[in-house]
């Protein structure tokens, strides 16, 4: 089986938002995560980076390897915000087969059933995330925060989820914007997997889990 990753860019000096989050694989089910810690140093280097065992589910060293290289090479702009300071971020490796796939319009029509209801995200980054939707109105909430949006359905498997409240105050300046999120797969248990979209830098895959 082949396991090497795919399209993996290594650039010299990146903003925050270039750098590549996704990366398709042949070694996992659907979706699993690895979480890294990483310090910025005063010349916009990266002088570190820690993978956080707790919140990391990827197996293949070889390819974690791979990544954790890749994200020490990562340099910012000498007045980068950033520096001076450690982060947490999160890669996704994907199962190759969900690279551009869309569902066919049968299989669109099945996921009506998702437009109410109570999920969870299969991230082991949201654990207590509880997500209720209703009519136009999604709202997510754990024991420290909550959002709430508009939804708007473009089609069965696609949807717009635009922030109308945040909790925390760092998260206000996402008030007003829309994550666009598309049903790319139906799975046996009743989950699905999605792929969302928030300000074309935000791009993630993952699987939400039908509560019952």
């Known amino acids: 089986m082949n396991k090497k990753i795919l399209f993996l860019f290594l650039l ?3 903003s925050f938002s270039q750098i590549q989050q996704e990366f398709y694989v042949d070694d996992v089910e659907i979706v699993e995560h690895l979480t890294v810690n990483f310090c910025v140093d005063n010349d916009g280097k990266t002088s570190s980076v820690t993978i956080i065992p707790n919140r990391t589910t990827y197996k293949n060293q070889e390819n974690i390897d791979k990544v954790v290289a890749y994200r020490k090479s990562i340099e910012y702009y ?3 915000k950033l520096r001076n300071n450690c982060y947490d971020y999160t890669f996704i490796f994907v199962n190759n087969k969900y690279n551009k796939k869309e569902l066919n319009t049968t299989e669109c029509t099945k996921c009506n059933v998702f ?3 109570k999920y969870k995200y299969g991230n082991i980054n949201y654990p207590d995330v509880i997500i209720k939707r209703r009519k136009n109105i999604q709202i997510e909430k754990d024991k420290d925060s909550k959002s709430k949006y508009r939804i708007e359905w473009i089609s069965p498997c696609e949807y717009n989820l635009t922030y109308t409240m945040v ?4 998260h206000k300046y996402l008030l007003g914007e829309t994550i666009n999120v598309k049903i790319i797969d139906i799975l046996d248990n009743g989950n699905y997997v999605y792929h969302s979209n928030l300000l074309d830098r935000t791009i993630t ?6 509560v019952n």
Not at 167 to 170: L, M
Not at 205 to 210: E, N, Q
């Open 12 to 14: 010299p000096i990146l």
């Open 205 to 210: 895959t993952g699987v939400i889990k039908k």
């Open 167 to 170: 909790s925390e105050k760092k």
């Open 78 to 80: 000498p007045d980068s």
């Open 115 to 117: 437009k109410r209801g």
